[in-house]
C-alpha cells in the first residue's frame, strides 16, 4: 500500500519553494520599476486521482511514477506578452538552484488540440531530514490569452474526456485562433500598454496627490 503523504511531501515542498522564488522574480522587477516579464504565479501537485490515472494510462509501476510522471510537482507563470515567455525562459536558464531537464516549445510548434505554451522539465534539489532528494517538476510559461484557452479546453476535456461533440471541437479550434489573434494585437500595442503600467505604478506610489 503506498503512502502517498510521505511521497508528495517533498513535491509539496518543492512547489511551495518555487513559488516564493519566482514571486520573488516579479518583485524584483517591481522594484526597478521595469515591466515585469512574469505576471503572476501559480502551483500545485497533482492530486493523487490524476497521478493514479496517468500511471494507469501509461502503465506505470508505483517506482516508476517519480520518473515518468514528470508534473507531479506543476508550477506555472504567466506572461502578458509572448515575449517576455523568452525573457522568463532566459532567466530560468541562468539560474543555479535546478538543473533543466527538457524543454517542450508549445509555441513554435503547438499541439493539434490547439495548445499553446512552454514546458520546461526540472530536476530540483529537496533538504529533507534524510538529505537531499532530487525531485522533477514542470514548468508551464505561457500567456494570459494561452492561460485562459488551457484552461477552459482543461476543463471540457473533464467534462467529455477528450471527445468532444463537433460544434464544440470547432469552437475551441475558433477560440485557439482568437487567443493566437489576441496575443497578437496587445504585442502590436505592447509599447503604449507598458507606458501606461509604468506611469499607473509610479502614480500608486507616490499617491493620488488630486
Ligand atoms: P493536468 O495536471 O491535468 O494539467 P504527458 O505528460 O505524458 O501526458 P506529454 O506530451 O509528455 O504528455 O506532456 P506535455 O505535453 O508536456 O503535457 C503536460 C501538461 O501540459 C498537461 O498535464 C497539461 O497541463 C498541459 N497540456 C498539454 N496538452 C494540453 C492540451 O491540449 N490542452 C490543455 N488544456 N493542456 C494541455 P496533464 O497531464 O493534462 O495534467
Request: proline share 2%.
Amino acid at each position: 500500500m503506498m503512502n502517498w503523504e510521505a511521497f508528495l511531501e517533498p513535491y509539496k515542498q518543492a512547489v511551495d519553494e518555487l513559488k516564493i522564488k519566482f514571486k520573488g522574480m516579479r518583485t524584483q522587477f517591481e522594484l526597478e520599476q521595469t515591466h515585469s516579464p512574469i505576471e503572476f504565479v501559480t502551483g500545485r501537485v497533482k492530486p493523487i486521482g490524476s497521478i493514479i490515472d496517468k500511471a494507469r494510462e501509461k502503465n506505470l509501476s508505483q517506482d516508476q511514477l517519480a520518473y515518468q510522471v514528470q508534473d507531479i510537482a506543476g508550477l506555472r507563470m504567466m506572461c502578458q506578452f509572448v515575449d517576455d515567455i523568452e525573457k522568463v525562459v532566459k532567466l530560468l536558464r541562468q539560474r543555479k538552484d535546478f538543473m533543466i531537464v527538457e524543454e517542450k516549445d508549445y509555441i513554435s510548434h503547438k499541439k493539434s488540440s490547439g495548445y499553446r505554451s512552454y514546458h520546461m522539465v526540472i530536476e530540483y534539489p529537496v533538504q529533507t531530514i534524510g538529505g537531499e532528494k532530487k525531485i522533477l517538476a514542470e514548468i508551464q510559461i505561457r500567456t494570459l490569452a494561452m492561460n485562459f484557452w488551457a484552461t477552459i479546453e482543461h476543463s471540457l476535456n473533464y467534462k467529455y474526456q477528450g471527445q468532444f461533440p463537433e460544434d464544440i471541437q470547432n469552437r475551441l479550434q475558433r477560440a485557439a485562433e482568437a487567443a493566437f489573434r489576441l496575443d497578437e494585437e496587445m504585442s502590436e500595442i505592447r509599447e503604449e500598454i507598458q507606458e501606461a503600467q509604468v506611469f499607473f505604478q509610479k502614480k500608486k506610489e507616490t499617491g493620488n496627490q488630486h
